[in-house]
């Protein structure tokens, strides 16, 4: 989610942030199907899982901290799920935000999230992406963004449940070298429903697919003739957060959230993750 405001970049990255380790390394040439990784949530496994810590503003302009407090494993509708709470108190936005840095990151295949949005106007900011897990800074290391919400343009055109964003990054370095492919998608109906969706990557050494619900949104060419192919041939590791406010949704002022009013908790609700070739 690391933003340059002026073309809407919609990325959830720190500059300082840097990518690491490698971990399941799929051959794209072996035509097996084999489920690697499948994350049901019973309990927090902090083999796979970390729970980031920042303060307020630290990135994108956004309002909330982030804290340990804020991410749990619950039930919901009879499940077991990975909780994502956004709570405010008074002037203060605190929520949860989860990586699988250094511990859990794929190269090439199919991921999917099973995840339940919470309504997000105006000013809730979820999303579903993945970075390089390879040591190396932002926006070299790579940066897919499989889903995010809640973007200022819905919210002018009172879109916001139906529209979902995607985007890469990558460049030689965060200023004139960042390099960003953005795609923008309206679909039928509303992704905030109170339901679950399944939203997905396809990877292999051509293409990266996006999904939701089965239903393709955008390829992104990272083919040898690209430009980009130095980007996304590595180990990418998994980001589940749940924004407030900030340059994607074009509110800065606390004063303008009307998704979380003081006293008010809301979640995003994460079922399952399956990584699979």
Known sequence: MKKVTALLLLSVCSIQQSCSSNDIDLNPNEQQEKTVFKEEFDSFNANVWTKEVHEAG????????YDEAHVSVGKDDGKSVLILTA?????????????????KS????????????????????PAFWM???????????GEIDI???????????GTTETQVNTAIHYGI???TGHRQEYHLANVASS????????YSLDWNENTLTIAIDNMTLHSFDISKDSGRYDYFHDNFYMLFNLAVGGSFTG???????????????????????????
């Open 58 to 65: 630290w990135t994108n302009q956004e309002l909330q901290a």
């Open 87 to 103: 709570e405010r108190k008074g002037n203060k936005i605190i929520s949860g935000r989860v990586n699988s840095k250094g511990k």
């Open 106 to 125: 794929f190269k090439y295949g199919r991921i999917e999230a099973s995840i339940k949005i919470p309504k997000t106007a105006n000013g809730l900011w």
């Open 131 to 141: 970075m390089g897990d390879n040591n190396k800074p932002w926006p070299q290391c």
């Open 147 to 157: 889903m995010e919400m809640g973007e200022h343009g819905g919210i002018a055109s």
């Open 173 to 175: 370095d965060a200023g």
């Open 191 to 198: 992704l905030q429903d109170g339901k679950y969706h399944t």
């Open 251 to 277: 509110i800065t002022n606390i004063n303008d959230i009307t998704a979380l009013k003081d006293g008010e908790k809301v979640n995003m609700y994460i079922d399952w993750v399956k990584i699979f070739y």
